[in-house]
């Protein structure tokens, strides 16, 4: 895993056990936007600081996609014979929403509200044959059953 590259610099920490996203908070208004960017979202000001979001949230909405997911999620996706996509709209200590692919659930197991934690999946294999990481949102009770096994 510690060799996989992330799909973007300064979308999580990485390598790493536990990553996270990465944000930013304005030093004028405190709002927390991701990915973090120079510029704040809601005022304009220039103040932007990194700030890391919990690992946990909450399903806020969800879609299945049967199309290419956008930036940061470009690439090479969905291959020949792609399984459904989920992306979800996921909520982190209730001030930000951040959109996130989904995995390990199918549409049966959406439930708007229930608990989900990051995790960094292997997205696409780049021409010189390295993996590219990114990051996805898994139910939390997954999670804890596969610390459980590694433990
Ligand atoms: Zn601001």
Known sequence: MESWKPVAEELFTWPDDNP????GRCGDCAAVAFP?????PRCGGTAMRRELLERDGVLWSWTSQGFRPKAPFSGSLLGAGAEPW?????EIGGKIRVESLLTGVGENDLEIGMPL???????????????IAAFAFEPATAAQTTEAANA
Do not use: N
């Open 117 to 131: 934690r990051l995790k960094v999946i292997p997205f696409h294999t780049d021409e010189s044959g390295d993996t």
């Open 20 to 23: 996270s996203l990465i944000a």
């Open 86 to 90: 989920y992306v979800g709209l996921v």
């Open 36 to 40: 973090l960017r120079p510029g704040c």
